[in-house]
């Protein structure tokens, strides 16, 4: 069975402490529970989630949807927000787990990135280096989400051709968008081999696309 590797990127900087973080954790478990009820999903899916703050962690190795525990993800109370440093991770990662195809065998599907950060890259000279890099690894879809007031919309924009903002990083809020991410992610495992880009569902009225 070809796989539908899925990589995470959450920011775990100081300004997601408190309230946020807890709506963070919350909105991804109710997004695994909701892709572990398709039987599609827990054939293919195969999920990658990194954090990033002052440190850059891969908290969960890529594992297939069947075997993938969510660990409590935490941030501390200050510091800044090394979204390059995380970058440079994904781009390891993403050369050595993606298995690509060759005359004899057929390699994974192109990989989703999702990106989420409530603020800026502090690492801006790592962050702009490092962009055509992730590019060149062929994702079938690479969507960011900013969330709440002090999140820069431009800088998503030169990473992902999808950016969605979230004007608040609250419960209600994340479990909306962690909702559309899911059904992004059903949507894009069911069109695989038809299609070369992953076409987005709409999104719910709280997550705004930014044009």
């Not at 039987?39 to 890529?62: G, H, K």
């Not at 941030?75 to 050369?95: I, Q, R």
């Not at 989400?145 to 419960?171: I, M, P, Q, R, Y």
Request: charged letters at 20%.
């Amino acid at each position: 069975m070809r796989r539908l590797p899925v990589y995470f990127l959450l920011d775990t900087s100081g300004s997601m402490n408190g309230e946020p973080i807890q709506a963070l954790n919350n909105a991804l478990s109710g997004m695994i529970n909701s892709l572990r009820s398709d039987a599609q999903a827990s054939e293919t899916l195969w999920i990658s989630i990194i954090t990033f703050d002052r440190v850059v962690n891969e908290i969960s190795p890529l594992t297939e949807l069947p075997l993938f525990q969510l660990p409590e993800i935490i941030c501390p109370p200050s510091g800044p927000t090394n979204t390059g440093k995380a970058l440079e991770l994904l781009f390891e990662k993403v050369t050595k787990e993606v298995k690509k195809g060759s005359p004899t065998q057929k390699g994974d599907w192109r990989p989703l990135l999702f990106v989420f950060t409530d603020g800026k890259p502090s690492d801006l000279q790592l962050y702009a280096e490092m962009i055509p890099k992730i590019k060149s690894l062929n994702f079938g879809s690479i969507v960011g989400c900013a969330a709440g007031s002090l999140a820069d919309n431009s800088k998503l924009k030169e990473l992902a051709e999808t950016v969605v903002h979230l004007d608040t990083a609250d419960s209600s809020t994340l479990k909306q968008f962690f909702k559309w991410v899911s059904d992004t992610i059903e949507h894009g495992n069911k069109s695989m081999g038809t299609i070369d880009t992953v076409a987005l569902p709409a999104p719910p009225s709280e997550v705004h696309l930014v044009i």
